[in-house]
């Protein structure tokens, strides 16, 4: 399978705290995304980081990836309610428009 | 909105009946994708259209039949349907640069789908 792995399944953190999610992939890849879904939604792109990067910023977002270690992870500073939702990365073959997802981590913030 | 609008939301159908998802993008976007949600799964990709063109069909059962008539339009035509195939289905739309362009993948809200 050429999909990727998030982990943990699930998350549960108190408001204020951050929250760290890991994802591995098999494939060479050309770039890897985070994207967001708010539960019965559609996903939303958070973040992008190319092959040549090693870590990214947007906002209280941070990405980290290891190529070497095939693996990213996304960091979210100071949680709030509204981050509660499920997490997905994605990752993309060279000179492929194609993305594959991984089943995503669950992160819940509790107030 | 995202710029990807699927209709309808919520979808309730007998195993008999025929029925369409419809998913509509004016972002200018050449690539669409029909994509199943199922419980604690990975997204599975079932179709990929670049420029009105598929690309893939991820050995979709044939009750799942696409319609892409233009860049914009992307349809999903369902019959015969089995409990199973119950599932948030979600469209997407891309630019077909590597890993679909520095802005991703724009998606929809998706139909939520209930086969009974």
């Known amino acids: 399978s050429q999909q990727g792995e998030e982990d943990p399944q699930a998350l549960s953190i108190q408001e204020g705290e951050n929250a760290t999610m890991n994802c591995s992939y098999k494939t060479s890849i050309n770039n890897l995304q985070w994207y967001r879904q708010n539960s019965g939604r559609g996903l939303v792109h958070l973040i992008l980081?190319?092959?040549?990067?090693r870590e990214k910023h947007s906002g209280r977002l941070r990405v980290t990836l290891d190529t070497s270690k095939k693996s990213s992870s996304l960091l979210i500073t100071a949680s709030r309610a509204a981050d509660t939702a499920s997490y997905f990365c994605a990752h993309s073959r060279s000179n492929d428009y194609k993305l594959s997802f991984g089943a995503g981590t669950t992160v819940t913030v509790r107030a | 909105e995202t710029g990807v609008t699927q209709t309808p939301r919520h979808l309730v159908m007998g195993m008999t009946n025929k029925k369409s998802l419809k998913c509509e993008q004016h972002l200018g976007h050449n690539a669409m994708y029909w994509y199943k949600q199922s419980a604690k799964k990975p997204l599975e990709l079932m179709f990929v259209?670049?420029?009105?063109?598929?690309?893939e069909n991820n050995s979709v059962p044939s009750r799942f039949s696409p319609e892409c008539p233009n860049s914009s339009h992307l349809f999903l035509h369902l019959h015969t349907l089995q409990p199973e195939d119950s599932a948030l289905y979600l469209c997407?739309?891309?630019?077909?640069?590597?890993?679909?362009?520095?802005?991703?993948?724009?998606f929809g809200s998706g139909t939520r789908l209930t086969v009974v």
């Open positions: 980081i190319r092959s040549n990067e």
């Open positions: 259209y670049n420029f009105k063109e598929q690309t």
């Open positions: 997407a739309s891309s630019l077909t640069g590597t890993g679909g362009g520095a802005y991703g993948y724009t």
